[in-house]
């Protein structure tokens, strides 16, 4: 009980302050979640910092909405007082995916947005961080993003051993061998 | 010019048979090692093959010159203290600069040597080395104290520095220094140790943390040459203790059986002990080793 | 002829001084020609003997030259002839050049004047010249020109007036100032005076050979003077308070019994000195504080070679104070060269130039293996003499505090050799260039005097020998020593030609070895391509390893080097201001209290009167 | 006499028979079969005993044991690494990763073939090999070092534009020292 009066006085307090965040909030664990426009993300996270006490920032993470044309970047922050997670969401738009950069926040924002920027190709506007971050000397397109071919891009870039084409199922051939059937649940993993 | 001719050769097979020995000891130390940690271990002339194996390799890098003589520095050492410190008791073959220096010279050719490499090491611009060269600098000044202490006192015991007196000082009493400066021999063998670099003193090449430290951009016939320059060394130092302390050797039979006796010293120690930081390596020489060095010029002084 | 030579020094040096005004390459010349015209009209002329006598104002001053100060001219003019060809190569473009030029001159007369006085009076005012000029050179310019140079003048001025009142109190004994007079006397003067006048000597003297208690002007003075100027501040310089200590430790303290006790302790304080000099020099990362440190250290070796006092201990002092000079006049020079060619001195800057300064490196390389005392070198020759001198005289425990410094020593030779030349080579010391010839050369010719020595002691051994002689030692050593083997009492010898031959030979045949093995296959690499776990290191990113450079050995030693006799001074310098304030409150400028004073003074008085008087 | 053909022979026998018998191994455990190595050279199976031993750095090594998946990142260290080995050196790969890129072969990032871009000399296949297999491994190695035909080596150095353009396609920004023997 006590922890469902602090969620809401938080969903309270940031709808007031922020009037086109909306919230899907479920309750069912400890956490909140908010999705809000990227033109006012650094003033919702500094709010959630300064006033709420989220003073934790866990992870950057980024969803590719393919169908919608939309990349879905969330923010994951940490409440250690109240033990509340809060997830801030934001969608830009696909071809063209720009935000601010966060990183004087948190400093350790530095490294996520180095990935994101990498990973799917968002940009942030001032991230300074001028060496790559794990991908050395990539040149195709950003490889996380759901429209990009691993499997093509890996023929067309490295060598392929000739072979793998008539390779056999494993779970076709133990269960030829065995002579059972493959369980229901294992069905939709077989090719 | 005919006897001129006789000592070249003469030093020429000296240092075959230290070489010989001395890698074949190397050798014996990874077959122990292995039989302790119940494996069956390499063949005994493993030694050989690695050394003939480096020599074989078809190329070299250098960084410079003083990285191209190091290794030489180093054979100045070995070989040096090899013909000097004498092998064998009164046999001609052996006798090659014996009468040519003492005890303290032998102490100072001894880092000749090392310093040597310690430049050509410091040339190739590897971190790893350069800290191996100071750790393997500061051991040293740990484990001289007692050694010298050792010496001091045998030689003020017996009232002279040259090694072949000391070694007639056995013969005619019959009785080996090991049993007459009994403490004086504790701080030499424990010196000895952080001499042979075994573990727990090994802090200078220390694979697991500065990648073989002070030889790490050393390949081919540079490290055939520290190679077989460390093996002739290690006799060369087997083979002072066995003069000092346990009265030499009339024949090489005789001498083998003394030397390979104090070599399994350091070895066993070594298998079983984990590693030292370098300053728990100085402290430790600087504890025990120190005092019993003390109680050996007590002893020299006293009786 | 005598006074011919300082006569020719000092016109030289006010030339010198004066002609800067007219030209450069003109005040060159004549700074070289003062200096080499009284130094070949000294070799030439000068020999013992000959001696020229004034009397100025009632008092009879002598000047002449024995043996014994022939070896010390003989370290002053031929190192201070190679430092003043390299101190016009290292004073190009530089100001202030005829200040510089003035004061070396004078320094080098300033020390010949000493070492030709016969009487005490002159001898201190050469000692005063050579302090006051060497002190100016202090001050030339540096960092901290303040504190080094007040250092420097209070300690000068406390040996200054040590050997004052001791020349004041043998004069109220002998009514002579002649140094034969006290040494003839000295024997028979009561017990207190006997122990009095060296106490005060070996003081003047101790300050300038840097002996423990009076060490810390040294580091500061050595490293700010001018290299130039350094080499023979702690080449020569420094050996004037050898050469008292000698003349004292000799001539005067061997013929009483209290000698004895005198030669343990400045023995045992020559140790001590030894040890801290070599602890503090593994510390530093500036070469030139690194090198006065060294300097300290290796004066230890010097006195205790001198304090022991027996014919092959001396030996040992003097052949090491000869040799010290050559080594360490060529590293001072050496550091000259590299700070005069990068800009800095310190080893956290300067890495890798090896390549770029190669004649600078071989005569360091040779010098520092001189110092480390490792054949076959000079330095192995006296380092061997003074062990088996110890040994032989039955100093067990100097010996091991002897062997600990020298061991240690290495830990701060292989930092000067790795700081400066080894290591990476930065693109920051890409364009550095070998320094001029005129500066090479004479760091070559030194180092090479000291590889000499290393295999043909004799050399100098004679005239050690003759100048031992001089002070009285037995004629029987002369047998004792030849060319090229040295051996101690015990009759243990050391041959060091043969050592020598087969140390070369060895040492070519490897070379030859290493060189023509897969000859065509063995190729020069950058220090960019080393085996650092697969990265190619950027031109940015400096690999030297030469932060806290020892610092596993001074973790162990760390409980000795926290006491530092600074600290005792400097608490000694507060106690005294405290004292010297409390001492003003007595007198308050009134003069009511004054009176209660004169008034208490009396009731004293009359109230202990009988006990008084 | 040094060029006589029958001595050269002798002279290449001893040398490979030395080669064979000590065969000092830097490991490059990049993906999971690094964990392998330890069983293989500790008291089970004992490497050590065929002259098996680790090396220290790349300059002492013979043979460069690439344990796994290489990506296009570590790809560039483990070029450089062999290009610092000395001759004669040999490269074994281990494991279907290093063969066909294994269970990895659509990544994005990870090569399929690693003889496109160093000479390798024995394959160990297997997901993952045991030590047994590790061990006939090098028995195979041992084989053709005595024969004389391990030579990967020999071709990397023939064949060293090819190389270098399959390397620098997938590593565009090549700053890595010359390679001139």
């Known amino acids: 009980m006590q922890e469902k009066k602090i969620k809401n006085k938080i969903i309270k307090r940031v ?86 950069n966060l990183d004087m926040i948190w400093r350790q924002a530095n490294t996520y947005e180095r990935e994101l920027r990498e990973m799917y190709g968002i940009q942030f506007t001032g991230l300074e961080a001028p060496d790559e971050f794990i991908l050395e000397d990539w040149q195709g397109p950003p490889p996380m993003r759901r429209d990009f071919d691993t499997e093509a891009y890996s023929n067309e870039t490295y060598f392929h051993r000739p072979g793998r084409e008539d390779a056999e199922d494993v779970r076709e051939t133990i269960t030829k061998r065995s002579g059972e059937d493959i369980p229901d649940f294992a069905k939709k993993y077989s090719r | 010019m005919n006897e001129l001719w006789f000592d070249i050769m003469g030093a020429i097979v000296t240092v075959i048979v230290a070489f010989v020995v001395g890698i074949t000891y190397m050798g014996l130390s990874r077959k122990i090692t292995a039989r302790v940690q119940n494996r069956k271990g390499p063949p005994f002339y493993q030694n050989f093959i690695d050394a003939l194996k480096l020599a074989s390799k078809t190329s070299a890098i250098h960084h410079g010159f003083m990285q191209h003589v190091g290794p030489a520095f180093m054979m100045i050492t070995s070989i040096m203290s090899v013909l000097i410190i004498p092998v064998l008791r009164g046999n001609a073959w052996f006798v090659n600069l014996n009468f040519h220096g003492d005890l303290i010279f032998i102490l100072y050719i001894m880092v000749f040597g090392p310093l040597g490499m310690a430049l050509g090491a410091g040339q190739t611009g590897n971190p790893n080395s350069a800290i191996g060269v100071t750790r ?50 504790i701080a030499a063998v424990m010196a000895m140790l952080g001499m042979f670099r075994y573990s727990p003193f090994d802090i200078v090449g220390a694979p697991q943390e500065l990648a073989s430290g002070p030889m790490s951009e050393n390949g081919g016939k540079y490290l055939f040459t520290l190679m077989s320059s460390g093996s002739i060394f290690a006799f060369a130092k087997l083979t002072l203790y066995v003069d000092l302390f346990m009265g030499g050797a009339g024949n090489l039979v005789e001498l083998v059986i003394k030397t390979f006796a104090l070599y399994l010293i350091p070895m066993l120690y070594g298998v079983t002990s984990p590693r030292y930081r370098t300053e728990q390596s100085i402290r430790w020489f600087w504890g025990w080793p120190t005092f019993f060095g003390f109680l050996a010029i007590i002893y020299a002084v006293v009786f | 002829m005598n006074y011919i030579i300082l006569v020719v020094f000092l016109g030289g040096a006010l030339l010198t001084f004066f002609a800067g005004k007219i030209n450069n390459v003109l005040q060159d010349i004549l700074f070289l020609a003062s200096i080499l015209v009284p130094a070949s009209l000294f070799f030439a002329y000068v020999h013992a003997g000959n001696i020229f006598n004034l009397t100025l104002g009632g008092i009879h001053l002598s000047l002449g030259i024995n043996a014994m100060s022939w070896l010390f001219a003989l370290i002053v003019l031929g190192l201070g002839s190679m430092a003043a060809f390299y101190s016009v190569s290292f004073m190009k473009g530089k100001e202030r050049r005829g200040y510089f030029y003035f004061n070396f001159i004078l320094t080098i007369m300033a020390m010949t004047g000493i070492l030709m006085s016969r009487d005490l009076v002159s001898f201190f005012i050469f000692w005063e010249i050579m302090t006051w000029s060497s002190y100016l050179m202090t001050v030339y310019n540096g960092k901290d020109v303040q504190t080094v140079g007040i250092k420097y003048f209070v300690f000068s001025a406390i040996g200054a007036y040590a050997m004052l009142m001791a020349i004041v109190v043998i004069h109220s004994i002998n009514g002579s100032f002649m140094i034969e007079d006290l040494v003839r006397s000295f024997p028979e003067m009561p017990v207190n005076m006997q122990i009095l006048i060296p106490v005060l000597l070996l003081t003047g003297f101790g300050v300038k050979a840097a002996i423990m208690p009076l060490h810390v002007w040294a580091p500061g003075a050595y490293s700010n003077a001018p290299m130039a100027y350094t080499s023979i501040f702690s080449g020569a310089l420094s050996k004037m308070g050898i050469y008292g200590m000698v003349i004292v ?28 000099g070599t602890l503090w020099a593994i510390k530093q990362d500036d070469a030139k504080k690194l090198l006065a440190y060294s300097s300290i250290a290796q004066l230890g070796y010097i006195i205790v070679g001198i304090g022991i006092g027996t014919p092959l201990a001396m030996m040992a002092g003097l052949f090491l104070a000869v040799v010290h000079a050559l080594f360490k006049g060529t590293l001072f020079l050496a550091v000259g060269a590299i700070e005069r060619q990068t800009g800095t001195s310190n080893f956290r800057e300067v890495t890798g130039l090896i390549r770029k300064m190669p004649w600078t490196f071989v005569a360091s390389l040779i010098s520092i293996i001189s110092l480390a005392g490792i054949p076959p070198m000079g330095g192995f020759v006296g380092k061997w003499m003074l062990y088996e001198s110890l040994l032989t005289s039955n100093h067990y425990l100097l010996v091991i505090v002897i062997f600990f410094s020298s061991t240690a020593a290495f830990l701060y030779c292989y930092k000067f050799l790795f700081g400066f030349f080894l290591g990476q080579e930065e693109k920051e010391w ?11 050369v004479p760091m070559l010719i030194l180092s090479f005097f000291s590889f000499l020595l290393g295999t043909y002691p004799g050399i100098i051994l004679k005239p050690i020998d003759a100048g031992m002689q001089y002070l009285g030692y037995g004629i029987t050593q002369n047998h004792l020593w030849q060319t090229s083997v040295i051996f101690n009492t015990w009759g243990n010898q050391v041959v060091l030609q043969p050592l020598l031959y087969s140390i070369i030979a060895i040492f070519l045949f490897f070379l030859i070895f290493l060189t023509i093995k897969s000859f065509k296959q063995t190729r020069y690499v950058t220090t960019k ?29 760390e409980p000795v080097m926290r006491r530092q006799i600074d600290k005792y001074y400097t608490g000694l310098a507060n ?28 009731v004293i008085l009359l109230l202990f009167k009988d006990i008084l008087f | 006499m040094i060029n006589d053909k029958n001595s050269q022979k002798i002279v290449d026998f001893i040398s490979n028979w030395a080669r064979k018998h000590s065969i000092w191994v830097l490991g490059y455990g990049t993906g999971c079969g690094a964990i392998e190595i330890p069983p293989t050279m500790t008291s089970r199976y004992d490497a050590e005993r065929l002259g098996i031993r680790g090396a220290a750095t790349p300059r002492q090594a013979d043979v460069l044991l690439i344990t796994g998946y290489l990506t296009t990142k570590t790809l560039k260290r483990v070029i450089r690494v062999y290009e610092q080995m000395q001759d004669p050196k040999y490269v074994v790969g281990f494991g279907s990763c290093t063969i066909n890129g294994g269970m990895y072969y659509d990544s994005y990032n990870t090569i399929n073939v690693l003889d496109k871009y160093l000479p390798v000399d024995v394959y160990i296949n297997g997901c993952m090999p045991r030590p047994e297999a590790v061990l006939s491994g090098f028995g195979k190695l041992q084989q053709l070092i005595g024969e004389g035909k391990a030579n990967g080596a020999t071709k990397y150095k023939e064949n060293l534009e090819w190389y270098r353009a399959n390397q620098k396609k997938v590593i565009p920004n090549w700053v890595m020292p010359e390679y001139n023997w």
Not at chain 2, 159 to 169: K, P, R
Not at chain 3, 575 to 602: H, P, S, W
């Open chain 1, 15 to 100: 709808k007031t302050n922020f009037k086109d965040a909306r919230d899907r909030n479920d309750f069912k664990y400890n956490r909140l979640d908010f999705s809000v426009k990227k033109e006012i993300i650094p003033s919702v996270l500094f709010y959630l910092k300064d006033e709420m006490g989220f003073i934790h920032l866990s992870h950057i993470s980024c969803v590719d909405w393919l169908e919608e044309g939309e990349l879905e970047v969330v923010f994951i922050l940490w409440s250690p007082e109240e033990k509340i997670k809060v997830f801030v969401r934001t969608r830009l738009d696909r071809d063209n995916p720009v935000m601010d």
């Open chain 3, 575 to 602: 106690g005294l201001e405290a004292l010297f304030d409390f001492m003003r409150k007595i007198y308050t400028g009134n003069g009511q209290t004054y009176a209660i004073y004169v008034i208490v003074f009396v």
């Open chain 3, 529 to 557: 391509d080393i085996s650092s776990s697969g990265e190619v290191p950027k031109e940015h990113e400096n690999l030297t390893f030469s932060v806290d450079f020892m610092q596993p050995f001074m973790r162990a030693v």
């Open chain 3, 430 to 440: 890409a364009n550095v260039k070998e320094a001029p010839v005129l500066m090479v």
């Open chain 3, 249 to 276: 430790m000799v001539s005067l303290l061997s013929y009483v019994p209290e000698g004895y006790w005198f030669r343990e302790v400045i023995a045992w304080m020559g140790g001590i000195t030894a040890v801290i």
């Open chain 2, 136 to 185: 393997g600098l500061s051991q040293m000044v740990g484990f001289e104290i007692p050694w010298v202490m050792a010496l001091v006192a045998l030689m003020m015991q017996y009232h002279t520095t040259s090694i072949v007196d000391l070694m007639n000082v056995q013969i005619q009493s019959g009785m080996w220094l090991m049993f007459s400066s009994p403490f004086a021999f």
